[in-house]
């Protein structure tokens, strides 16, 4: 048993982290969907230690119950004791130890074996992930940035469009940059939040490896959970370089002129990713280069920043969908409420909101009315004429 | 499957139904001290329907059917203590209707006091209910029915005298209007000018019924609130000056609180003194009156104003206020009670001292809050203790603290607030035989077959 056993009793299941700031509504995205208070965060909690005190036997049910966790941090914002920052690694921690005696749900185990064999969850063949990106050149040793696609930029349909955006951005603003192609990897993120410690570490270690290998400095994600990943839970096995999020480096292009907008008239609503947001305090950069395109007019979801409310695809649910069904998975929620605020546009940072939201408008029939974006994609569109030519 | 899941299921739908060991567990506890006893089936209902037909399911079966909304009363009052259906009001949340001309809000059972809040802040600014401390997930039907307390008590009484009529599913599957609005579209009085049948329900912890729908009366949200933080080391001065401060009729809310940690607050008694205003001038007239009631206590010497930092204040602020429920972390253990006499106000220094007394005997972490009721009829006095949710040994000597607490009370002629079951013994043995029998009877004819909350008010 890790860490998590010694200090997890501590919750008083208060339930001030299944809120938002303005206690609205609710706001942890498995006890919105399930409504039950086991699916809470006190409820997680409880029934871990229970499950750690030997109370209650591991069952497929318990399991269920904490892996429909999206590790969003919303809890970590809003519970008020001491302990806050730690409830998630808590979580990752009673997964970690699920994983160590093998008791994980289908699901979970199928996502995992998925990334040891393929180097993605979505069984994909390495050898195509560098497919999308026709004439983007490869990493060279001296390139400024490595751009780190991530799994659903490599290879989701989606996902790929975004890549493809950034891509050509980065390629107008004359940045030197390049990509790994077929030798990427999975960052592993969600097999960290899993709770799968040794695959991630094995993952994160030949990731660094081969970023040294090519002489990596600089890296570039176009996914906030690679970023996370690589910002902050490589470090421990010797990571030395400096990560961005695609928008940092955008929002720094337009604030040097580098890229120069023309009118873009849209009414655009914007998703913080809970692994840019929450996680890495990224709030405002994305904002202002939304406000920075002229035409533009960004309206807020009434739930947003810190209190945003997460897709539902974090921690792997963007492939595995346990919190799927109905009209109050999250996904489905959110694209009501940025439908909601008017906007024609929802913009996002994060392929794994791209994918969930995109099935979502589908499902609430918002598809031709709710238009679902990136910022990159977004940019490109805005971008003055001379440039894209 | 028994035939009992099937038909819940049926009725609710099998999202809304579990019977599986996790859901049993969960809700068969609660954060304080009661012993836990599992439920059968765990339901979350959407509408009145369904709760009507899961009560006559529920007759049919002889099951136990067990209301509960947050389960934040801490005494164990949402713990099924002969198993049965536990039922998870919190589905039931809308905000059904605002009558700003009338100042009443109809809500549905399981409406959480947090949602009420945001909506009253984002949609009718100028309106407010009586917040309780309690977290924002406590429902707003549920602190009604075990007569709470929030931030309008002490001029407005308890948040239950604030109930402007309900809606309740009887034990026997009728649905039951109560107050105007069971003659009137409006739902503007609880009672009056009819006989008040909330008694009925309110206090009961769900023996009589459920209450579906709720009305309650808002208040004017004045444009300005402000705090003052008057201490003294004095107990025995505490119920003169909650008296003279009750005396202005201007204070918002007054909560006196004590605990020993840091050490430099030991033996100190905080007053903390809300008022509200419309502007600068209603608020500075208001500090001017709270001084001057105040002066002689300067004087003498024994206690006085202290200046309160922004970073005080914001706390202090909050409604709800988080530091209350922080307290059950203060020492790592995750847990907390409290037992809550109401009692006149007189009775503070002696409960003080015997909330240290039974801090030092039991080796525990206190703190209480006292809050004035109604200009100064009564009290909320809380003798609360810390416990580490890991240490058996500890949570043994709270819940022995708390059960002389409450013995302690009710000799100094206080009367337990939310009693756990075993207080509800205590006090039906020190009622009048007749008020008791009384209590029997209603029970009797209202729920014949005995399958509301059993455990709770046995009044035999
Ligand atoms: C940190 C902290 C601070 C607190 N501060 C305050 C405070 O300032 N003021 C205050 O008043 N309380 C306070 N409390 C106590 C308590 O949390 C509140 O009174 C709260 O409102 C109880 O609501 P609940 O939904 O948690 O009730 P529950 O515990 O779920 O239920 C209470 C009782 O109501 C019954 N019930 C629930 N729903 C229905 C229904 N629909 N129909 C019929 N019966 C029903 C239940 O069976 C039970 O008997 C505090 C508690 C904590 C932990
Ligand atoms: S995690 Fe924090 S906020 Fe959530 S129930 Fe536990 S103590 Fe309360
Ligand atoms: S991380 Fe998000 S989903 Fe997980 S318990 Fe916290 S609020 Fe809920």
């Given at each position: 048993?890790?860490?998590?056993a010694?200090?997890?009793?501590?919750?008083?299941?208060?339930?001030?982290c299944?809120?938002?700031?303005?206690?609205?509504?609710?706001?942890c995205?498995s006890?919105?969907?399930?409504?039950?208070?086991s699916?809470?965060?006190?409820g997680?909690?409880?029934?871990?230690?229970?499950?750690?005190k030997?109370?209650i036997?591991?069952s497929?049910?318990l399991?269920?119950?904490?892996?429909?966790?999206?590790?969003?941090?919303?809890?970590?914002?809003?519970?008020?004791?001491?302990?806050a920052?730690?409830i998630?690694?808590?979580?990752?921690?009673a997964r970690?130890?699920?994983?160590?005696?093998?008791?994980?749900?289908?699901?979970?185990?199928?996502?995992?074996?998925?990334?040891?064999?393929?180097?993605?969850?979505l069984?994909?063949?390495?050898s195509?992930?560098g497919a999308?990106?026709?004439?983007?050149k490869?990493?060279e040793s001296?390139?400024?940035?490595l751009?780190?696609?991530?799994?659903?930029?490599?290879?989701?349909?989606?996902?790929q469009?975004?890549?493809?955006?950034?891509a050509?951005?980065?390629?107008?603003?004359e940045?030197s940059?390049?990509?790994l192609?077929?030798?990427?990897?999975?960052?592993?993120?969600?097999v960290?939040?899993?709770g799968?410690?040794g695959?991630?570490?094995l993952?994160?270690?030949?990731?660094?490896?081969k970023f040294?290998?090519h002489?990596?400095?600089k890296?570039v994600?176009?996914?906030?959970?690679?970023?996370?990943?690589?910002?902050?839970?490589?470090?421990k096995?010797?990571?030395?370089?400096e990560?961005?999020?695609?928008?940092?480096l955008?929002?720094?292009?337009?604030?040097?002129?580098?890229?120069k907008?023309?009118?873009?008239?849209?009414k655009?609503?914007?998703?913080?990713p809970?692994f840019l947001?929450r996680y890495?305090k990224?709030y405002?950069?994305?904002?202002q280069?939304l406000?920075?395109?002229?035409?533009?007019?960004l309206?807020?979801?009434?739930?947003?920043?810190?209190?945003?409310?997460?897709?539902?695809?974090?921690?792997?649910?963007f492939?595995?969908?346990l919190?799927?069904?109905?009209?109050?998975?999250?996904?489905?929620?959110?694209?009501?409420e940025?439908y909601e605020?008017?906007?024609?546009?929802?913009?996002v940072a994060?392929p794994?909101?791209?994918?969930?939201?995109?099935?979502?408008?589908?499902e609430?029939?918002l598809?031709?009315?709710?238009?679902?974006k990136?910022?990159?994609?977004?940019?490109?569109?805005?971008l003055?004429?001379?440039?894209?030519? | 499957?028994?035939?009992?899941?099937?038909?819940l299921?049926?009725i609710?739908?099998?999202?809304?139904?579990?019977n599986?060991?996790?859901?049993?567990?969960f809700?068969?506890?609660?954060?304080?001290?009661?012993?836990p006893?599992?439920?059968d089936?765990?339901?979350?209902?959407?509408?009145?329907?369904e709760?009507?037909?899961?009560?006559?399911?529920?007759?049919?079966?002889?099951?136990?059917?067990v209301?509960?909304?947050?389960?934040?009363?801490l005494?164990?009052?949402?713990?099924p203590q002969k198993?049965?259906?536990v039922?998870?009001?919190?589905?039931?949340?809308?905000?059904?209707?605002?009558?700003?001309?009338?100042?009443?809000?109809?809500?549905?059972?399981?409406?959480?006091?947090?949602?009420?809040k945001?909506?009253?802040?984002?949609?009718?600014?100028?309106?407010?209910?009586?917040?309780p401390d309690?977290?924002?997930?406590?429902?707003?039907?549920a602190?009604a029915?075990?007569h709470g307390?929030?931030?309008l008590?002490?001029?407005r009484?308890?948040?239950?005298?604030?109930?402007?009529?309900?809606e309740?599913?009887?034990?026997?599957?009728?649905?039951?209007r109560?107050?105007?609005?069971?003659?009137?579209?409006y739902?503007?009085?609880?009672?009056p000018?009819?006989p008040?049948?909330?008694?009925l329900f309110?206090?009961w912890?769900?023996?009589?019924?459920?209450?579906?729908?709720?009305?309650?009366?808002?208040?004017?949200?004045?444009?300005i609130?402000?705090?003052?933080?008057?201490?003294?080391?004095?107990?025995?001065?505490v119920?003169?000056i909650m008296?003279?401060?009750?005396?202005t009729?201007m204070?918002?809310?007054?909560v006196v609180s004590?605990?020993?940690?840091?050490?430099?607050f030991k033996?100190?008694?905080?007053?903390?003194?809300f008022?509200?205003?419309?502007?600068?001038?209603?608020?500075?007239?208001?500090?001017?009156?709270?001084?001057d009631?105040?002066?002689?206590?300067?004087?003498?010497?024994?206690g006085?104003?202290?200046?309160i930092?922004p970073?005080?204040?914001?706390?202090m602020?909050?409604?709800?206020?988080?530091?209350?429920?922080?307290?059950?972390?203060?020492?790592k253990?995750?847990?907390?009670?409290?037992?809550?006499?109401?009692?006149?106000?007189?009775?503070?220094?002696?409960f003080?001292?015997?909330?240290?007394?039974?801090?030092s005997?039991y080796?525990?972490?206190?703190?209480?809050a006292?809050?004035v009721?109604?200009g100064?009829?009564?009290?909320?006095?809380s003798?609360s203790?810390?416990f580490?949710?890991?240490?058996?040994?500890e949570?043994?000597?709270?819940k022995?603290?708390?059960?002389?607490?409450?013995?302690?009370?009710?000799?100094q002629?206080?009367?337990?607030?939310?009693?756990?079951?075993d207080?509800q013994?205590?006090?039906?043995?020190?009622?009048?035989p007749?008020?008791l029998?009384?209590m029997?009877k209603?029970?009797?004819?209202?729920?014949p077959?005995?399958?509301m909350?059993p455990?709770?008010?046995?009044?035999?």
């Amino acid at each position: 048993m890790q860490e998590y056993a010694n200090q997890i009793h501590r919750c008083f299941r208060c339930g001030y982290c299944t809120f938002p700031t303005d206690y609205s509504y609710f706001n942890c995205p498995s006890y919105r969907r399930f409504r039950f208070e086991s699916y809470s965060t006190g409820g997680r909690l409880w029934l871990t230690y229970a499950w750690v005190k030997g109370e209650i036997e591991w069952s497929e049910h318990l399991a269920e119950i904490l892996y429909s966790c999206t590790t969003c941090k919303n809890c970590v914002e809003q519970c008020p004791m001491k302990f806050a920052s730690d409830i998630v690694e808590w979580i990752v921690g009673a997964r970690s130890d699920m994983v160590e005696k093998s008791k994980i749900p289908l699901e979970v185990g199928r996502f995992f074996e998925a990334v040891q064999v393929y180097g993605n969850p979505l069984k994909l063949p390495g050898s195509e992930r560098g497919a999308w990106a026709d004439g983007t050149k490869r990493y060279e040793s001296g390139d400024e940035y490595l751009f780190y696609v991530g799994c659903l930029g490599s290879y989701d349909e989606n996902g790929q469009r975004m890549a493809r955006s950034l891509a050509e951005l980065l390629k107008e603003a004359e940045i030197s940059f390049g990509i790994l192609g077929s030798e990427e990897k999975c960052c592993g993120n969600e097999v960290y939040m899993l709770g799968e410690m040794g695959l991630f570490q094995l993952l994160a270690e030949k990731n660094i490896q081969k970023f040294k290998e090519h002489g990596v400095r600089k890296i570039v994600t176009l996914s906030p959970h690679a970023y996370n990943a690589m910002k902050n839970n490589y470090l421990k096995f010797g990571a030395d370089f400096e990560v961005y999020h695609y928008t940092q480096l955008l929002y720094d292009l337009a604030k040097k002129n580098t890229i120069k907008f023309s009118q873009n008239q849209a009414k655009v609503t914007y998703q913080d990713p809970c692994f840019l947001g929450r996680y890495n305090k990224i709030y405002d950069e994305p904002r202002q280069i939304l406000q920075g395109i002229p035409g533009i007019e960004l309206v807020e979801m009434e739930r947003n920043r810190e209190d945003s409310f997460c897709c539902g695809g974090g921690s792997g649910n963007f492939v595995m969908d346990l919190l799927a069904g109905g009209e109050e998975s999250p996904g489905r929620v959110r694209v009501r409420e940025a439908y909601e605020t008017g906007a024609d546009t929802l913009a996002v940072a994060c392929p794994s909101c791209m994918i969930m939201f995109m099935d979502a408008a589908k499902e609430e029939g918002l598809e031709d009315r709710l238009s679902i974006k990136d910022v990159a994609q977004i940019v490109k569109e805005s971008l003055l004429l001379e440039q894209t030519t | 499957m028994s035939d009992i899941y099937e038909a819940l299921v049926e009725i609710v739908g099998k999202d809304y139904v579990s019977n599986q060991k996790e859901e049993r567990y969960f809700y068969g506890r609660d954060p304080g001290l009661m012993k836990p006893h599992e439920p059968d089936y765990v339901v979350m209902p959407r509408t009145t329907e369904e709760i009507q037909e899961i009560v006559r399911l529920a007759n049919k079966e002889k099951t136990p059917v067990v209301p509960k909304g947050a389960g934040l009363s801490l005494t164990g009052l949402v713990i099924p203590q002969k198993g049965g259906i536990v039922l998870d009001m919190k589905r039931m949340e809308r905000i059904l209707e605002l009558n700003e001309k009338a100042r009443y809000v109809i809500v549905e059972g399981g409406t959480t006091h947090g949602v009420l809040k945001s909506y009253l802040q984002k949609h009718y600014p100028s309106l407010r209910h009586s917040m309780p401390d309690s977290p924002p997930i406590a429902t707003v039907v549920a602190n009604a029915v075990i007569h709470g307390q929030g931030r309008l008590t002490q001029q407005r009484g308890f948040n239950s005298d604030m109930v402007s009529g309900l809606e309740v599913v009887l034990p026997t599957g009728e649905i039951c209007r109560i107050g105007s609005c069971s003659v009137s579209p409006y739902w503007f009085s609880k009672g009056p000018p009819l006989p008040d049948l909330t008694g009925l329900f309110l206090g009961w912890f769900g023996t009589t019924g459920i209450i579906t729908k709720l009305g309650l009366k808002l208040y004017p949200c004045k444009k300005i609130r402000d705090v003052m933080l008057f201490l003294t080391d004095r107990a025995e001065l505490v119920p003169d000056i909650m008296l003279k401060l009750g005396h202005t009729e201007m204070m918002e809310d007054i909560v006196v609180s004590t605990q020993p940690i840091p050490l430099r607050f030991k033996g100190n008694f905080f007053i903390l003194v809300f008022m509200t205003g419309d502007s600068d001038e209603e608020i500075e007239f208001k500090r001017k009156m709270a001084w001057d009631t105040l002066w002689e206590y300067f004087d003498s010497r024994d206690g006085g104003f202290v200046s309160i930092t922004p970073d005080m204040k914001t706390p202090m602020m909050a409604m709800p206020s988080k530091d209350t429920t922080r307290f059950a972390d203060v020492r790592k253990g995750g847990g907390f009670e409290y037992s809550g006499p109401i009692a006149p106000v007189e009775k503070y220094p002696d409960f003080v001292k015997k909330l240290e007394e039974l801090a030092s005997n039991y080796n525990l972490s206190y703190a209480s809050a006292a809050r004035v009721i109604d200009g100064g009829h009564c009290m909320m006095f809380s003798f609360s203790y810390t416990f580490n949710r890991a240490d058996p040994d500890e949570m043994d000597r709270a819940k022995k603290a708390l059960d002389e607490a409450a013995e302690f009370s009710l000799d100094q002629g206080g009367v337990i607030w939310k009693p756990n079951i075993d207080e509800q013994k205590m006090m039906m043995a020190r009622m009048d035989p007749n008020t008791l029998r009384l209590m029997g009877k209603i029970k009797e004819l209202l729920d014949p077959n005995g399958i509301m909350n059993p455990g709770n008010w046995e009044a035999k």
